[in-house]
Each structure stands twice: as C-alpha cells, then as structure tokens.
T-cell receptor, first 114, second 117 residues
Framework: EADIYQTPRYLVIGTGKKITLECSQTMGHDKMYWYQQDPGMELHLIHYSYGVNSTEKGDLSSESTVSRIRTEHFPLTLESARPSHTSQYLC?????????????FGPGTRLTVL | AQSVTQLGSHVSVSEGALVLLRCNYSSSVPPYLFWYVQYPNQGLQLLLKYTSAATLVKGINGFEAEFKKSETSFHLTKPSAHMSDAAEYFCAVSDSGTSGSARQLTFGSGTQLTVLP
C-alpha cells in the first residue's frame, strides 16, 4: 500500500487568498509530482522534482509554485487564488528516474475558489 | 512527442460481461504503457504496465492488456465485470527513449466504467 498523503482533502476559499496544498510520502522516493485534474479530462503535470532542492515546471503552465526542502515533503502554493484555479490536485511519487517506474498517487485535494 | 487517446469517455457493461476499454498511443520511440484506475474520491492506482517484455500483461483484479505495436494499441480487458470495477480508468504512456532527466507520464482523458446489475 502506497503511503502518500495529501491535506486538505477539500478546500473552499475566496478569491485572493494564499493557500498551500500539502503532500507527504513515507516511501523515501526521490521523484515527486503535482498533477491538475479536471472532470473528464486527462491529468496534466504542473510540477515535478528529482529530489531535495530540485523543482521543475511541467507541461501545463501553472501560477502555483512548489518547494522541496525535505525528501518526504512537496507542498504546492498559490499566492493569490482565483476561480480559474478550481480543480483537483493530485500528488504522486516514484522511486527512481526510469520511464517504467510506477507512480504512487495521493488521494487528491479538491480545490474550489469562489 | 507522445500522446494517448482513449476511445469512449463512458462505457457501460452488465455485471458478468466482458470489459473492453480502448487505448491508442503515439510515440516516436518504444513506449512504456500503463493503466491506472481511480475510484471515487481517491488517487490513481496502478493496474498494470507494459515494459517491452511480454506483450500480454496481467494486472490486478483480473485485468489484462495486450500491447499491439502494429495497431499502436494497449486495450484493457476483463472477462467478467464486477460491480466493484466501476471506476475511472486512465491509460498513460512514458517515453523510453529519453535519457538523463525526469521521465514524464502522458495520460489519456479517462474512461468512466459503469457496471449495471
């Protein structure tokens, strides 16, 4: 069973608020990812990390930022939330850098910005 | 560049019937292919993956998929559907030819499977 956690699971906030979505994994994985998922759509990679102090932007442009100060922790921050940020955010991790490595997913955070 | 197309955003089958979820991919190099399942209010869970060994891949919960290079397909099947199979299924491709940097998964748009009693 994968041990990757996301908090909060659901968040409803007003426009302009700063928010941080938390993601932690206890598997010691070097690689971590953030995906954005809208209903009926594919997952889009917005950020990823090779390891501590390494972060990269994904295929989908996002106004969010991430940090990787500890191996197990990969938080995502929105400085000023807008209704267009309403979506589900999924965090994932994988053990290695190989293309065939399985990604383990957290349960997701469903964000609604009013 | 790589891409995935899942034909049919919604599929309904009767309990006990064959499940067939279609996935076609595009990749300029030999791909690695994955099927993930997402149950309501949960993250994605790996069902199976193709990594260029056997073309017929068996996964969890009785699912299997066959890699057909000539058809660029990786369709997911299960002989007999259970009510518990109702979920969303995602096909994904990873580029085996990229070296050095992080490998990315490209996902299809998903297929919602409904199992009717």
């Amino acid at each position: 069973e994968a041990d990757i956690y996301q908090t909060p699971r659901y968040l409803v906030i007003g426009t302009g608020k700063k928010i941080t979505l938390e993601c932690s994994q206890t598997m010691g994985h070097d690689k971590m990812y953030w995906y954005q998922q809208d209903p009926g759509m594919e997952l889009h990679l917005i950020h990823y990390s090779y390891g501590v102090n390494s972060t990269e932007k994904g295929d989908l442009s996002s106004e969010s930022t991430v940090s990787r100060i500890r191996t197990e922790h990969f938080p995502l921050t929105l400085e000023s939330a807008r209704p267009s940020h309403t979506s589900q955010y999924l965090c994932a991790s994988s053990e290695g850098r190989l293309a065939l490595d399985e990604q383990f997913f957290g349960p997701g955070t469903r964000l609604t910005v009013l | 560049a790589q891409s995935v197309t899942q034909l049919g955003s919604h599929v309904s089958v009767s309990e006990g019937a064959l499940v067939l979820l279609r996935c076609n991919y595009s990749s300029s190099v030999p791909p690695y292919l994955f099927w993930y399942v997402q149950y309501p209010n949960q993250g994605l869970q790996l069902l199976l993956k193709y990594t260029s060994a056997a073309t017929l891949v068996k996964g969890i919960n009785g699912f299997e998929a066959e890699f057909k290079k000539s058809e660029t397909s990786f369709h997911l099947t299960k002989p007999s559907a259970h009510m518990s199979d109702a979920a969303e299924y995602f096909c994904a491709v990873s580029d085996s030819g990229t070296s050095g940097s992080a490998r990315q998964l490209t996902f299809g748009s998903g297929t919602q499977l409904t199992v009717l009693p």
